[in-house]
């Protein structure tokens, strides 16, 4: 029997705005101190009134723009009611009925490498809830993330794998943070996903009842936690039984799902419209400004790089991937015009010195690196130094040319000065000659060895290579 995924994800996306969706606090409030980004509104007073924030809005239907979406000219706010001590209102405001967007798609690359469109069902706004943490004897709440903007998105059940589900989250966070949306931190809750799996008999078409993960809180734990559900349904299937259709959370250090809640005992979350606010309706005119002012995203990057610059797919699609790194790229090309050896030095170079959780930042300017570039053309340095060198240009922002003066480590391409340590080395090692002389040609790299170990590595290695092939091919 052959069995395979059906997966749909509900993910979560904290948009990156200045001030919380219907208050004036700070809607930065990873690691701030509990409950100093709250106000009367967000901790739900009586008598407040909510306001929609307008930036919010507007990142949310350009994600939902660059989703493919429809953008739905009307959309309304509800109450999702329900008690819980991070929810000091006592419901969480959210688009039920009228989502701001739907219709949508997402192409990824899938198991056989074919791009395959995963459709999205909507995009609506909501605000996020307080959190909870428990001790020992006591439960903390911290309200600072009451009231933050969020948008949802609902996947149609199109992903077909675990590792699909792993590449849409990579590139749906690759997106947001193109278009500044949101950082798209997984590790920080700034993206979150619930995902929903049932499992399929392929020749019969019957399908296992569907369970809903949640927790998951990093790319790795997407893949992992939907690879344990598959198995555990497939077992179940094999045994001629179903699994319970519930929802499961992902636990972290046994890396396995454990039962949550199961679907009868699912709240009634009776919702209605909200009615401190009006609806939302954005005209035409917005929307039209909002597509036009829509960056290149990743995917149309890398075709542009691969078209333009001549460098292969793979490369493109990683310096496409992070838009820093993209910019970082192209301005460097302007000013060296070596597309292929821009693109090795950052991959080969840069990209390992940047750390996932920083990768926003190149820690060097597009000038630095084409600096250093010429001055290997020029022969000044080696590509050897100029590696060596990198890391300190890119941590104190020194100059490479400066660097190079102040340290003498230009190459020594003064022909006496190698030629003589070439013949001091062929005096004190006849054998090695010997051994050139007898057809072994590798031996002339001891030679070369020499010079450079010499002149601790400044030796312009071109030279060294002419002149040692000169002396060597002489008779002695
Ligand atoms: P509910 O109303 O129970 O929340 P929805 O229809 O809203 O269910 O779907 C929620 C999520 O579950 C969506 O991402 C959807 O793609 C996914 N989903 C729906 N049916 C299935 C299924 N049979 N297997 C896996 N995922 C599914
Ligand atoms: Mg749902
Ligand atoms: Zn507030």
């Not at 179940?236 to 959370?249: C, F, H, P, S, W």
């Amino acid at each position: 029997m052959i069995y395979r995924s059906v997966i749909g994800l509900e993910i979560h996306v904290q948009l990156q705005t200045k001030t919380k969706m219907f208050c004036p606090c700070s809607a930065e409030v990873f690691d701030k101190p509990p409950n100093t980004s709250v106000c009367p509104v967000c901790t739900g007073q009586p008598g407040v009134l909510p306001v929609i924030n307008e930036e919010a809005v507007k990142l949310a239907v350009l994600t939902a723009l660059a989703l493919n979406c429809r953008i739905n000219r009307f959309s309304r706010f509800d109450r999702k009611n329900y008690f819980y001590p991070d929810l000091p209102k006592g419901y969480q405001i959210t688009q039920y009925f009228y989502p701001l967007a739907e219709v949508g798609f997402l192409s990824i690359e899938d198991d056989n490498g074919e791009e395959k469109r995963i459709g999205i069902r909507r995009v609506h706004l909501e605000e996020d809830a307080g959190k909870l943490s428990h001790e020992k004897d006591r439960s903390l709440v911290d309200f600072n993330r009451c009231g933050v903007p969020l948008i949802e998105i609902v996947t149609d059940p199109d992903i077909g794998s675990p590792a699909e589900a792993r590449r849409f989250m990579e590139k749906l966070r690759a997106i947001v943070r193109h278009i500044g949306a949101s950082s798209g931190d997984m590790e920080k809750g700034a993206l979150r996903c619930d995902a929903n799996i049932s499992v399929e008999e392929v020749e019969t078409g019957r399908r296992s009842n569907r369970v809903e993960v949640k927790n998951i809180n990093s790319f790795r734990f997407v893949e992992k936690a939907l690879e344990f559900e598959f198995e555990r349904i497939v077992e179940a299937l094999k045994n001629g039984e179903n699994v319970d259709q519930e929802t499961r959370g992902w636990d972290m250090k046994s890396r396995i799902t454990i039962p949550m809640r199961s679907k009868e005992e699912e709240a009634d979350y009776r919702y209605f419209p909200e009615p401190d606010l009006p609806p939302l309706i954005l005209n035409e005119e917005l929307v039209e400004s909002l597509r036009h002012s829509l960056p290149e995203l990743p995917e149309e990057r890398a075709q542009r790089f691969v078209e333009t610059f001549d460098i292969s797919p793979k490369e493109a699609k990683i310096l496409a991937l992070r838009k820093p790194v993209a910019d970082f790229f192209e301005e460097t090309v302007k000013l060296y015009r070596d597309p292929k050896k821009v693109t090795n030095w950052i991959l080969s170079e840069l990209l390992r010195e940047m750390k996932e959780e920083d990768a926003e930042a190149i820690p060097l300017k597009p000038s630095q690196l084409a600096e250093l570039l010429t001055l290997i053309d020029e022969g000044v340095i080696s590509t050897r130094i100029a590696k060596e060198l990198l890391p300190e240009i890119a941590s104190k922002g020194a100059s490479a040319k400066k660097l190079v003066e102040e340290r003498g480590l230009s190459q020594v391409g003064d022909e006496d000065l190698i030629r003589s340590l070439l013949k001091r080395a062929m005096d004190e090692n006849p054998d090695v000659v010997e051994k050139y002389r007898s057809g072994k040609t590798k031996a002339m790299g001891f030679f070369v060895g020499y010079v450079m170990k010499e002149t601790k590595g400044k030796a312009n290695p071109a030279v060294v290579n002419r002149i040692a092939k000169e002396l060597l091919n002489q008779d002695s």
